[in-house]
């Protein structure tokens, strides 16, 4: 059964990084993108990018071109989501969700969400 | 961008009544639309893709239609566990968008 598991929660300050990791298991890790989404609190959900584990290709979304890096580690089938210049309205639960293949590229399967939390 | 426009943003309802939520692509989509379910705290859940077709383990209460710009998703007859958030998602192209969601609340 695939699963894939997030790391922890995050406090960072204004200005600072983040860098969120996503690690997959119970599948062929190359086999399938990876989406990140977040959700603000009581906001709805949103887009952010996919990379594909095959050869790293990107998409990300307009609104975080420019701070937003998406990377993968094959040797440990783990997908990074770094963001960078953080605001308050970043403040977020990330998610990491798998295409699910096929004929569809909807979102099978889904981390268990970051909270992150940006404030001075 | 694609932009998903989804309504009611929330509706109540009764055990055993019918829903539907609708879904409006700014441009054609084919049939490249799926549904989700979340529950506070939780993580969306992928109830439907490819417009109709279930995911394995949805109840068949669930169910998906439309094409092109236009999509519905219905809940035959609301259960207890069906009281969430759902929202749509274009997967179309790049960038995915989703739907603003649609919360659906016990009356």
């Known amino acids: 059964q695939a699963q894939l598991v997030q790391s922890g929660v995050e406090v960072k300050r204004p200005g600072a990084s983040v860098k969120v990791s996503c690690k997959a298991s119970?599948?062929?890790?190359?086999?399938?993108?990876i989406s990140w989404v977040r959700q603000a609190p009581g906001q709805g959900l949103e887009w952010m990018g996919w990379?594909?584990?095959?050869?790293?290709?990107?998409y990300y979304a307009q609104k975080f071109q420019g701070r937003v890096t998406m990377t993968t580690d094959t040797s440990t089938s783990t997908v990074y989501m770094e963001l960078t210049s953080l605001i308050s309205d970043d403040t977020a639960v990330y998610y990491c969700a798998r295409d699910q293949g096929g004929v569809s590229r909807n979102f099978e399967y889904w981390g268990q969400g970051t909270l992150v939390t940006v404030s001075s | 961008a694609i932009q998903m426009t989804q309504s009611p943003s929330s509706l109540s309802a009764s055990v055993g009544d019918r829903v539907t939520i609708t879904c409006r692509a700014s441009?054609?989509?084919?049939?490249?639309l799926g549904w989700y379910q979340q529950k506070p705290g939780k993580a969306p859940k992928l109830l439907i893709y490819a417009t109709s077709i279930l995911q394995s383990g949805v109840p068949s209460r669930f169910s998906g239609s439309g094409s092109g710009t236009d999509f519905t998703l219905t809940i035959s007859s609301l259960q207890p566990e069906d009281f969430a958030t759902y929202y749509c998602?274009?997967?179309?192209?790049?960038?995915?968008?989703f739907g603003q969601g649609t919360k659906v609340e016990i009356k």
């Open positions: 990379i594909s584990t095959y050869n790293t290709n990107t």
């Open positions: 998602l274009q997967d179309y192209n790049y960038p995915r968008t």
């Open positions: 441009q054609g989509i084919s049939n490249d």
């Open positions: 119970g599948y062929t890790f190359a086999s399938y993108g």
